[in-house]
């Protein structure tokens, strides 16, 4: 039996998130927390609506799945993030105990592996996921703020 609500499936709900951040002016980044195959929380990087340097797409995905689970663990969730986690994010997955992060695009400069960071070991890690869908949205953004 094929099951719909695969990782490709929940990152492109991420994706969805990334696009609004790209029409609110934002660098494009979204992110979706999952819990039995259910969407519990949405986010997309909101540091320039919010005037706040943490209003990360995870950071506010966190909040609100923590909202939705009255718990401050996320142990039986899965974020999809449509870039790799910053080493701010990493830090809230590894306090939050999230059961997976699936990323997008890997970021060589920010992104949490470039600085040695630690998600919580009994977390699973999978890049890659829709990394060319990401990257794509982030061209965009970059190249329109050159202009």
């Not at 706040?52 to 993030?81: I, P, Q, R, W």
């Not at 965009?140 to 202009?147: D, L, S, Y």
Request: proline share 3%; hydrophobic share 40%; aromatic share 10%.
């Amino acid at each position: 039996m094929i099951n719909p609500f695969d990782d490709t499936y929940f990152m492109k709900k991420a994706l969805q998130e990334a696009e609004l951040a790209l029409a609110a002016g934002e660098v494009p980044v979204g992110a979706v927390i999952v819990c039995n195959n259910q969407i519990i929380a949405k986010g997309h990087n909101q540091v320039e609506t919010l005037n706040d340097a943490t209003a990360h797409a995870e950071m506010l995905a966190f909040t609100a799945a923590t909202n939705f689970l009255g718990s401050k663990y996320l142990k039986d969730c899965t974020l999809y993030v449509t870039l790799e986690p910053c080493q701010m994010c990493a830090g809230a997955a590894y306090w939050s105990q999230v059961g997976r992060i699936v990323f997008g695009a890997s970021d060589e400069k920010r992104g949490y592996r470039h600085w040695q960071c630690q998600v919580h070991p009994k977390t699973e890690v999978k890049g890659g996921v829709l990394a060319d869908e990401s990257e794509a949205l982030l061209k965009t953004f970059f190249e329109n703020m050159r202009r």
